[in-house]
């Protein structure tokens, strides 16, 4: 077999085979370009939707919340107001047994005693240790020597106490307790201070008219 014409006949045909393999190179090269760039928008597409239904979903969940709080609101709405005219109701009730001495003042001295050994420890927002120690300062006045102010006072010691349990982040169980017993107490002390005559200058004038 003679080796030379085949290897003239590859010298020959090089640069058609250097043709064809360049050609070769440049297609794949070209297909893998492109397969990047359709793999990247791809990427692209996929990432752009996600952040859409993200955005979307964000913008749901605010919108539930916003309905959440809304009728929160309107629920704490609801429940405050009927506690108040329950309250209301109660202590009414509480003062007129009280100016008919039913509730006499020895009950009086019993509540007093019990809510005594009850009052909370001071938090920070409304009910403070200021608040504490005006708290401890009435209820060891003797309630012979109660006045219209220091009714008011009270009244607004026993709203401070409210506000701090529905805003605390901690269930303050042992404000709500005390709470429940100390109105009740406000509205005997309340009903005395009526059946004695100590009213305040306004309402005595008024009284006085009629």
Do not use: C
């Not at 929160?72 to 109701?89: C, I, V, W």
């Not at 202590?91 to 809510?115: C, G, P, V």
């Not at 106490?161 to 107490?185: A, G, H, P, Q, V």
Request: glycine share 2%; no cysteine; proline share 2%.
């Amino acid at each position: 077999m003679q080796i030379t014409p085949i290897i003239e006949n590859l010298v020959q045909q090089a640069p058609l085979i250097g043709l064809i393999a360049l050609i070769l190179v440049l297609y794949m090269r070209y297909e893998t370009t492109k397969l990047r760039s359709e793999f990247r928008n791809e990427i692209i597409k996929l990432r752009t939707e996600f952040r859409t239904e993200i955005t979307s979903l964000r913008s749901e969940v605010a919108t539930l919340r916003t309905e959440m709080q809304s009728n929160f609101k309107d629920l704490r709405k609801e429940l405050q107001t009927l506690r108040h005219s329950f309250t209301t109701f109660a202590n009414a009730l509480t003062e007129f047994l009280t100016a008919k001495d039913i509730i006499t003042k020895s009950e009086e001295a019993l509540l007093k005693a019990l809510i005594k050994t009850m009052i909370p420890p001071a938090m920070s927002k409304y009910y403070t240790e200021e608040v504490r120690k005006k708290l401890i300062q009435l209820l060891e006045k003797n309630t012979e020597d109660y006045t219209w102010e220091d009714l008011e006072e009270m009244k607004k010691i026993a709203k401070l106490l409210e506000k701090e349990y529905i805003e605390s982040e901690t269930e303050r169980e042992d404000i709500l307790e005390f709470l429940s017993r100390f109105r009740i107490y406000i509205a005997i002390v309340e009903g005395l201070l009526v059946k004695w005559g100590k009213l305040p200058q306004q309402l005595r004038q008024q009284r006085e008219m009629k």
